[in-house]
């Protein structure tokens, strides 16, 4: 199994990136994608999820309104579009997969990719 996280970088706050989670050796449309980031001295956190339909998206307080989670499972894909970027969205963030129906906890995920830096400067 491989996850492929990409569309990192630095943007300025108030600025826009879409990540981008390319899965391969599962079949994909069995799993929910969750987003996790983890700052320096922080522990990961999970941001966003999505269950394997697309249906179900659910988000941390910090990013409702800003960050969107969606997949395409024909194309064995995950993204998360994150808006109105902050300095505190700064992280590496990484894809990930569970077939537990509890998609919504960090514990069940158990396929992980390697991550990609976002910063966001002020």
Do not use: H
Not at 20 to 34: K, N, Q
Not at 70 to 79: F, G, L, V
């Amino acid at each position: 199994v491989q996850l492929v996280e990409s569309g990192g970088g630095s943007v300025q706050a108030g600025g826009s990136l879409r990540l981008s989670c390319a899965a391969s050796g599962l079949t994909f449309r069995d799993y929910a994608v969750g987003w996790f980031r983890q700052a320096p001295g922080k522990e990961r956190e999970l941001v966003a999820a999505i269950r394997r339909s697309g249906t179900g998206p659910t988000y941390v307080d910090s990013v409702k309104g800003r960050f969107t989670i969606s997949r395409d499972n024909a194309k064995s894909t995950a993204y998360l579009e994150m808006n109105n970027l902050k300095p505190e969205d700064t992280a590496v963030y990484s894809c990930a997969t569970t077939k537990n129906v509890q998609y919504y906890r960090s514990e069940w995920y158990n396929y992980w990719g390697q991550g990609t830096l976002v910063t966001v400067s002020s």
